[in-house]
T-cell receptor, first 116, second 113 residues
Framework: AQSVAQPEDQVNVAEGNPLTVKCTYSVSGNPYLFWYVQYPNRGLQFLLKYITGDNLVKGSYGFEAEFNKSQTSFHLKKPSALVSDSALYFCAVRGPPSGGSYIPTFGRGTSLIVHP | SQTIHQWPATLVQPVGSPLSLECTVEGTSNPNLYWYRQAAGRGLQLLFYSVGIGQISSEVPQNLSASRPQDRQFILSSKKLLLSDSGFYLC????????????FGDGTRLSIL
């Protein structure tokens, strides 16, 4: 069975500092990995995905994520945090088609708080 | 471009009353459709998903049901609501395929009194 872990319930960072939101996964085979952001009383918005190729994936709003196969991790990063980045972030894993689940498995979410 | 609409945005219902939440997608055809429930602003629980008209898969047994009467319409229903049905209900769509992200509506906040 596939699974996703977001080990931090909350991450606090000062505006202008780099941020990292952690995600580790477990899946048989090569994973398809996704990051989403959720603002209060809104639906989730897709940020970026890793399918194959370059381990560093760039996405919306200046976010990027680094895929590390040996550590089974897909951490979300941003070089300089903004107060407006404060939100709930979800990591999700899917597949692979050879035996993984088509239905995405989501982590429990990490609340990012950026202090002015 | 593709858009997803969910309504109503908020709903207050008495225990034992029926429920109907509607979700429609525009700008794409044959999408995969999903209903999720989010409790306390955290984890997502998949309730139903559909890969085509009339094809519904249920992930969690409960007093809710789903229907897909048209290609881009997904409806979540209940005949009798329970207090435990309170929550934030999210509809999502995706292009078929393992490598495709999901796109979410802005949800319905359901409160049961």
């Amino acid at each position: 069975a596939q699974s996703v872990a977001q080990p931090e319930d909350q991450v606090n960072v000062a505006e202008g500092n780099p941020l990292t939101v952690k995600c580790t996964y477990s899946v048989s085979g090569n994973p398809y990995l996704f990051w989403y952001v959720q603002y209060p009383n809104r639906g989730l918005q897709f940020l970026l995905k890793y399918i194959t190729g370059d381990n560093l994936v760039k996405g919306s709003y200046g976010f990027e994520a680094e895929f590390n196969k040996s550590q089974t991790s897909f951490h979300l990063k941003k070089p300089s945090a903004l107060v407006s980045d404060s939100a709930l972030y979800f990591c999700a894993v899917r597949g692979p088609p050879s035996g993984g689940s088509y239905i995405p498995t989501f982590g429990r979410g990490t609340s990012l708080i950026v202090h002015p | 471009s593709q858009t997803i609409h969910q309504w109503p945005a908020t709903l207050v219902q008495p225990v034992g009353s029926p429920l109907s939440l509607e979700c429609t997608v525009e700008g794409t055809s044959n999408p995969n459709l999903y209903w999720y429930r989010q409790a306390a602003g955290r984890g997502l629980q998949l309730l139903f998903y559909s890969v085509g008209i009339g094809q519904i898969s249920s992930e969690v047994p409960q007093n809710l049901s789903a229907s897909r009467p048209q290609d881009r319409q997904f409806i979540l229903s209940s005949k009798k609501l329970l207090l435990s049905d309170s929550g934030f209900y999210l509809c999502a769509w995706s292009v078929p395929g393992y490598n495709q992200p999901q796109h979410f509506g802005d949800g319905t906040r359901l409160s049961i009194l």
